[in-house]
């Protein structure tokens, strides 16, 4: 499976962005999925997972009620909307794929797949 997230940019405090993650190679109904993000200087944080057959959906306490994950699966898509961005989450975003069926991953290392992440830098 391959991933590409795309999406990021330069925002100001309070706005918005939705990052979108395109999955090839495979189908996003076949993996869990995460979001994974890294400040420079800091550990991968994965900031919600989404799991591939219960519908379960996790957040980090970090971006709880600021940000929101899905998926198309007729557009092979998984997204993240993210809503009252602050400073603190500026940083490399990835999409990340896991073989689970009933569960996802809020560790990092957990997660067998990885694209290449794109940049979200948001401004005071």
């Known amino acids: 499976v391959q991933l590409q997230a795309s999406g990021g940019g330069f925002v100001h405090s309070g706005e918005s962005l939705r990052l979108s993650c395109l999955v090839s190679?495979?189908?996003?109904?076949?993996?869990?999925f995460g979001w994974i993000r890294q400040a420079p200087g800091e550990e991968r944080e994965v900031v919600s997972c989404m799991s591939r057959y219960s519908g379960l959906i996790e957040y980090a306490n970090s971006v709880a009620g600021r940000f929101k994950i899905s998926r198309d699966n007729a557009k092979n898509l998984v997204y993240l909307d993210m809503s009252q961005l602050q400073p603190e989450d500026t940083a490399v975003y990835f999409c990340?794929?896991?073989?689970?069926?009933?569960?996802?991953?809020?560790?990092?290392?957990?997660?067998?797949?990885y694209g290449r992440g794109t940049q979200v830098t948001v401004s005071s």
């Open positions: 990340a794929a896991v073989d689970f069926s009933h569960h996802c991953a809020m560790t990092a290392r957990l997660y067998d797949y």
């Open positions: 190679g495979s189908t996003v109904s076949d993996y869990a």
